[in-house]
């Protein structure tokens, strides 16, 4: 019998010894599958921090027409429309300027 229960002991120690190669096996799959996550995550934020730091300024722009004015700003003026086209334009500059930029650093 004790030969017995020897062998039945070592197999034993080997199945405990495979049962905890395989919990740290998947645990550290499971740390490479929560880095990923977080990677997917991040580059995430960071396309919506870019779309915002794009959009901020226009934004600005945009609130300073939106406001109650008793007299609308260029109204006045001989040609009313070219002060109008002119801010768009503006606009339209600085986002080009931004996401070009971004695209440069090779952040979007």
Excluded: C
Excluded at 29 to 39: A, K, M, R, W
Excluded at 90 to 105: H, R, S, T
Aim: proline share 4%; net charge positive.
């Amino acid at each position: 019998m004790r030969i017995y229960f020897r062998n039945l002991y070592e197999h034993i120690i080997y199945i405990v010894d495979l049962i905890e190669t395989l919990r740290d096996i998947l645990g550290s799959t499971f740390d490479i599958y929560l880095s990923n996550q977080g990677n997917k995550l991040n580059n995430i934020v960071k396309t919506l921090t870019i779309i915002s730091v794009i959009f901020t300024p226009l934004n600005l722009i945009a609130s300073f027409f939106g406001m109650n004015w008793m007299i609308f700003p260029y109204t006045n003026d001989p040609y009313p429309y070219v002060g109008f086209f002119s801010v768009i334009a503006a606009m339209v500059i600085i986002a080009v300027v931004l996401f070009k930029k971004f695209k440069k650093k090779a952040w979007f």
